[in-house]
């Protein structure tokens, strides 16, 4: 969802810095937060602070403090990466399932849900809530895959980090990897990806509705 259907990465990126910077001292750069823009947020300040630096409620506490400040600088910026809205409308009309699986927590993903309309055209929707571990483990497209019952080699997972298509190659998919915030080179030690575009309006996706 974020970095896929909307170009929010770079929101997540500075909430979380403020936040690491000014309520905990950390002396964290951009790029040493971008590193860092994967997983539950849980695992976020783990990774950058240790095992028991918090108690659950005080990351519970930077997690949603972190969550409102991102949400009130993006709103006046929501809106669909470009071509989506055409794209999902034409696997939709021709019956192909599909699914949101995501990191996020359901109070970001019901932020986006109510304020674009494309909740319809996705069967299934799996956050953070409904997995133990997040990308790059498997588990949060498998569960996508479980609920369309679609066999895992059949899915194309569409990615914007190098975690998240390693976590499409663990679960046995291809990836279509949109350039919103990483390179091409950093997916250079991915074998899974179809291609690499910018947004939705790049002429090559139509190769992925051929039967």
Known sequence: MNGTMIDDMDFHEKAWLKIFNEDMGANMTLADTKKHMYGKNDEVLVRI??????????MN????????RYQEAFLPHMKLIAGLDDFLTKAYDQHIAMAIGTAAIPYNVNYVLDNLPVKKYFKA???ADDVTTSKPHPEVFLKCADVLKCAYADCIVFEDSPKGVESALNAGMKAVVIKTYHEEHEFAHLNNVLMFVDDYEDERLEELFVN
């Open 49 to 58: 602070f240790g095992e028991g630096k918090f108690t659950q409620q005080e």
């Open 61 to 68: 506490d930077y997690s949603m403090k972190k969550e409102t």
């Open 125 to 127: 929707i799996v956050t």
